[in-house]
């Protein structure tokens, strides 16, 4: 067992996340997709669009009839008919001719771009005056400009968005093979812990965690199941564990990862076959007690009790392994929200400090107004919009500096 307490940076307790091998693979229908990741490369069984399609309603012309054409210098075309949506034209465009076309319509032979209605006018049934010229592909999708049957339309890892759904529509997939969404364990621990429908006595508190973590796991694209409360003993923790580890993908335990007398975290994990314990304690406030271990290739952590430092540790580490777990090609990026810092931050060095953080819009600026308390504060969380990570090797950051905030 490593040695206790001694902490990890963020990106020593990232760099496990590889080894932990993705869940699965199922098929499910087109219509059960969105929120999955796909399991494997998507081609299309036709290149998209099949022809050439206009993206404007006008006429069909050969680009090099129309050059030169302006309001004092029209270019003369005859039309030669008109494209009918959803079927092939059965004649040519030729120099000098045009064929009224609507958007979507197939563009007949010879014809390589559209001019728009609006820069057109109509002399008689045969004869329109054109006084815009256009390049050749203006107003065209090619045929396999979108997507190309001899190249995959959605790589294996990507996560399943409305977009993405309609993709896999165009490629003709009625059903796709995407990765089982992860089953994550969810366990509360202490004594002084309580259900929610309980009314809580002296010393005594409702059960946060189990819903906050829950929330994040649906939010992330798994499905929690949830284990319980288990009070301070050893047996009845251990029992727990191993059903939490036969039946699902990864566990959390929240409370019993800090030094103290009755935690037995560590002990249990100890005594579990087949497990190590890869991480106890990660340089981040708040958060530091925090563990990972590995328990039958399978990740089990350790989290805080407090429901703020167990839902930044969530959000900061815990995320990226689900994510794998989930088969992503890559974790879930977090864009951050530029604002403006609007008071000094202290923070001690050694360590990353997440701070919850309200944004509003000041003089056309967006600012960050600190959510200061302590860590067992949920409401804190309720009234913050996102997070700062203050570095390991900063002291603090002073007002009007530029913080990038990570959206909650």
Known sequence: ????????????????????????????????????????????????????????????????????????????????????????????????????????????????????????????????????????????????????????????????????????AACGRTETTVFRRPRVGIISTGDEVVPVDQVPGEGQIRDINSQTLSGQVRAAGGVPVVFGIVGDNRDDLMGKCRSALETTDMVMISGGSSVGARDFTVEVLDALPDTAILVHGISISPGKPTILARSGGKAFWGLPGHAVSAMVVFAVVVRPFLDRLSGLSQTVRQFPVQAILNRNLASAQGRVDYVRVRLSDVDSQTVAEPVLGKSGLINTMVKADGLIAIGMNTEGLEKGTTVEVMPL
């Open 1 to 168: 067992m490593k040695e206790f307490f001694k902490v990890e940076t963020i990106d020593g307790v990232l760099a496990h996340a590889p080894s932990f091998k993705a869940v699965d693979t199922e098929t499910v229908a087109l219509a059960d997709c969105l929120g999955r990741v796909t399991a494997e490369d998507v081609f299309s069984d036709v290149d998209i669009p099949d022809f050439n399609r206009s993206t404007m309603d006008g006429f069909a012309v050969k680009a090099s009839s129309t050059f030169g054409a302006s309001e004092a210098n029209p270019a003369y075309l005859n039309v030669r008919g008109q494209i009918r949506m959803g079927s092939r034209p059965d004649f040519s465009i030729g120099p000098g001719e045009a064929a009224r076309i609507a958007t979507g319509g197939m563009l007949p032979e010879g014809a390589d771009s559209v001019i728009m209605v609006e820069h057109t006018d109509t002399l008689d049934d045969t004869t329109i005056e054109a006084y815009r010229s256009v390049a050749p592909g203006q107003h065209v999708i090619e045929k396999g400009e979108d997507i190309r049957r001899t190249r995959p339309a959605l790589k294996a890892g990507t996560r399943i968005r409305p977009q993405e759904a309609g993709l896999l």
